[in-house]
């Protein structure tokens, strides 16, 4: 066996090559005979019908080669989103899941719709044919709001965004499954929270506003796209979702999936804004009217909030009912979302938000309501939490403010009102197998001095007030049962005994392929130089879902591991034949020499084993092969069985300036119940990361529009995220001492779970400075200000 | 579409290039000259992604100090600059530093190696950018306290990290320059 790598603080596999501008992003694919396409938007309307489109003048410019309209591409409807392969057909049905998306439009229902697309020879020159398209317009009301837009759909002949969902209720609960729309559950005795109300000595209850935030990722939508000469649609793409996405193109263009090949580009950050299809149908569309020219698309910066899917921004109301010794009754809550123009993720965030008020905290009853209504913005669809963090930001704070009511310590309450072992998890029926959250709220707690600064900030005077907040959450790793989790895997023992694996398997810049690699070198006893991992060619690639719901060591590290256990059994069987010894006599050092426990002179080169797989001769003596024929592979398609849901506890330390409301967070201590972190820099990395992502959410992100609902700042100027002078230097502690019995050598997931621990900890940290609770997110210094004037300071 | 003659310098190979007036030193790059390792974040100075090294003198990689394979400059006299606000036509005879031209057979330059080595790279599509940013940094000044390298950093984003790995690297980088000078 070589030395154990799992665990270990190693380069990530793909650092070299990015840290030299090496790796190659599929706006960087450089292609002989290449065309450029460019997608005409609307930017002037935000709901409009298309009346007129003349491309004369585009037509004259030089280098122009096409120009596709609504007319010129397949009239399938589709839906961005992979979800209808990850559920059973039924499933689809029940959740009234439709396809209302189509590539060219002749209804504008967002600004940035698309209405067209132009081929040229050079990016310039579609461009310019691009601004010469005349596009003549006839502007429709906008419905900015869920309420809005619930009013017209109830009007007799209200303006409908689709006819198949009448009152432009996208989508709600389904009562088939639901009883009553509202997931939770009753209590021991069958009372449900209506009955259990009168029981509550306290009720919290408050009305709070989540933001339509932006994913962000650096690297924007571009794509290649070849129709070739064996008449095969080829993509290259940033997807997050390879397998699926190729399936729901082969869909979209009518071709078995023989005639489709999706490549994987290296991806440049995706925090869901890749999950599914973005504009592969449009580049597609394009490379198709021009066979045997590879066509470029890539969407420029100030589309991207305009074309590709964000946050579900939305209204929650959320009520608890406690004991006066803080024991929880019940919890109500209703979330109602703004969909945007199309249907694409329907309720998959609502539903998960409340699915995650499930998993937290040990509730008698609980009914949690869900929906979204049509509105003229971009669509939503996944971001980094899929719902969880607009419920923790709402469900944090009125904890604390239950707390504040009666007088108990936040932390020591959440320590003992947390599910856990044996408890159920965010989906009815699954319990939790692993906890570590009462270590993580230990552990952060003493790192950040929580109760010494508790006390130290009870009472100020100056403009410049102190806090410190505390919130928990528990997410998923992978999206077993709800969603399909199945990942393929071949590990191929190559001929000098190297291994390599291929598999479909994303790595967003999370560190995943690094910890594959580590798990298949632990798994094989092998050095990791003699791992490869290749990955991101459907021609070669088994089946994978692709990376969301945190999903990739939990989920696909199996297929790794198993298909790694086969060829490790493989080639102990043959040693053992060669050897005449039993298999489980035998062991393997780090210079993969097997022998014969206690007797090491009884042995054979596993490299020998390798070689004489596949140079296999017969021996002109005795007319017998030379060691064993047959290359060794490995093989697994493996289907998760679990969730083993992690859970975080994350204490932030704010200071508010009274007089200007802005909100400096000073320190941010994140502890993370991971189980076992196979990568710990990747680890620490995504919940850095998320931090910044979470204190966006919580402080400045938002969309904000003009009054005919266009995009005010769809740029990194005036979205403003934190920068390297706003971030606190984030301290993350790892927590190891509940390993999973289920996840890949106890590992749970991190990817999604960081940004939970800073929302809801910065909105209560605010509050502890100022004592307002600020409803509203994101807190920003104007918000603070008002409420500032309107209540004063309350502490 | 009205042309203009200039040569460019980038990583020590010079090019004699016939660049539209218009286009900024980012599309002469990438487009023209096919080095993709400059990237296209934002295309309006906000994002520095596409962030490169500038000097007026030459920068051999050849004439390297003794103990280092990496190029290296006079303290302070490589700026960043951001390609995508730069009109290549104005660029004539400059000599501009991309990530690619950091490493030099095969060794990474101090700054890349401490990216590498503490785990600041994520999706690493800010990352030629960034480490541009820090090999900047380091130049001006070899010894920068952590709020200055961060208000340093300020102008190139990251979404993957937080800031707190890359922070780091550039702290580690300063050590390791250090060491190097020293032996």
Known sequence: MSESVVGKRIPKVDAQEKVTGKAIYAGDMRMPGMY????????????????????????????????????????????????????????????????DLNIFNRRVKHQGDAICGVIAKNEEAAERAAEKIKVTYEPLPIFMTAEASKAEGAKKNGLLFTPL???????????????????????????????????????????????????????????????????RLNIWTSTQMAKPVQMLIAELFELPLSRVRLVQTTVGGGFGCRLGMVGEPHACALAMAVPGHPVRTEMLREEDWVASETRYPGKIWMKMGFKKDGTPVCI??????????????????????????????????????????????????????????????????????????????????RKKWHKSIGDETWLKGVTYASDGLNDCLDMAAKEIGWKEKKKKYAKQTGTKRRGIGVAIMNHTSGAWPMLLEHTTCTAKLNE?????????????????????????????????????????????????????????????????????????????????QLLEARVEDLTMDRNKIISLKGNPDKKIDARRIAKDAVYNFIDPVSGKNIGIPGQIQGYSSFFAKHCSPPFGACFSEVEVDIETGEVKVLNLVNGHDIGKAIHPPSVEGQLEGGAQQGLGFVLTEEYAYDDKGRVLNNDFTDYKMLGPSDMPNAKIILVETAPDPIGPMGAKSCGESALMGPIGSVANAIYDAIGIQMTEAPITAEKILKAIKEKGIQK | MKKRAITLYINGEGYDLNVPVHHTLLQVIRDQLNLTDVKYGCGRGECGTCTVLVDDERISCT???????????????????????????????????????????????????????????QCGFCTPGMVLKGVAILEKNPKPTETEIRNELEGNICRCTGYVKVVKAVERASELMASKRKR
């Not at chain 1, 997931?183 to 021991?188: P, V």
């Not at chain 1, 594959?516 to 290749?534: N, R, S, V, W, Y």
């Not at chain 2, 103990?67 to 009109?87: D, E, F, H, N, Q």
Request: aromatic share 10%.
């Open chain 1, 36 to 99: 450029y396409g460019k997608i005409v938007r609307c930017w002037e309307y935000a709901h409009a019908n298309v009346k007129k489109l003349d491309f004369t003048e585009a037509l004259k410019v030089p280098g122009v080669v096409k120009i596709l309209g609504p007319d010129d591409v397949t009239q399938k409807g589709y839906n961005t989103t992979v979800m209808k392969l990850l559920v059973p057909e039924s499933f689809g049905e029940v959740f009234g899941e439709i396809a």
């Open chain 1, 165 to 231: 969902k009448p009152g432009n209720l996208a989508c709600e609960l389904p009562d088939a499954f639901f009883p009553g729309k509202a997931y939770g559950w009753n209590d021991k005795d069958g009372k449900t929270t209506k009955d259990l109300w009168k029981k509550c000595d306290l009720i919290v209850e408050d009305n709070f506003y989540v933001p339509k935030q932006k994913q962000c990722q650096m690297e924007n939508h571009s794509y290649v796209a070849y129709y070739d000469e064996r008449s």
């Open chain 1, 332 to 413: 109500e809550a209703h979330y109602t979302a703004r969909k945007g123009g199309y249907y694409t993720h329907g309720l998959g965030p609502p539903f998960c938000g409340a699915a995650f008020v499930h998993g937290m905290y040990k509730w008698e009853a609980m009914a949690m309501q869900a929906d979204a209504y049509f509105t003229n913005e971009v669509p939503t669809g996944a971001y980094r939490g899929y719902g969880n963090p607009q419920i923790t930001f709402v469900q944090e704070q009125l904890v604390d403010h239950m707390c504040n009511e009666l007088g108990i310590d936040q932390v020591e309450w």
């Open chain 1, 496 to 576: 000098d005994c190297t291994v390599e694996l291929m598999a479909q398997i994303s790595d967003l810049g999370t560190g995943g392929h690094t910890a594959m690699t580590q798990m298949a070198a632990d798994t094989l006893g092998f050095p990791l130089e003699d791992i490869h991992l290749k990955t991101g060619d459907s021609d070669y690639s088994g089946f994978d879902i692709g990376a969301h719901a945190s999903r990739t060591v939990y989920c696909a590290g199996p297929a790794i591991i198993e298909s790694c256990e086969s060829v490790k059994k493989q080639l102990l069987e043959r040693a053992a």
């Open chain 2, 63 to 121: 004439d390297t100090d003794a103990t280092t394979k990496y190029c290296v400059s006079k303290p302070g006299k490589r700026k960043a600059i951001l390609a995508c606000m730069t009109l290549a036509a104005t660029m004539d005879g400059k000599h501009i530093t991309t990530v690619a031209g950091l490493n030099k057979d095969g060794e990474l330059h101090p700054v890349q190696q401490a990216f590498v080595e503490e785990g600041a790279i």
